[in-house]
């Protein structure tokens, strides 16, 4: 199963790209653990995770085409 995963702002400073396709994740969590380990950096950085374009604060299953943003904090103004 592929997901496309996008990232915005500084967080692209530590991937060195804006998007990636990953296969084989069924959750969040998963998403996460291979996003840790190809860019070890992530592990220490603050960012907000969406899941076509809706905030998420827990694990949740994923299904083909999903889209998963990570997003570094940001304020309004």
Do not use: W
Request: proline share 4%; with cysteine; charged share 20%.
């Amino acid at each position: 199963m592929d997901v496309q995963v996008i990232f915005f702002g500084s967080i692209i400073d530590i991937t060195l790209v804006d998007s990636v396709l990953l296969n084989n994740c069924t959750d969040l969590d998963s998403i996460v653990n291979d996003l840790i380990e190809r860019y070890p950096a992530l592990a220490n950085k603050k960012y907000f995770i969406a899941v076509n374009q809706k905030m998420v604060h827990e694990n949740i299953k994923l299904k083909m085409g999903d889209t998963v943003a990570l997003m570094p904090p940001f304020s309004g103004g």
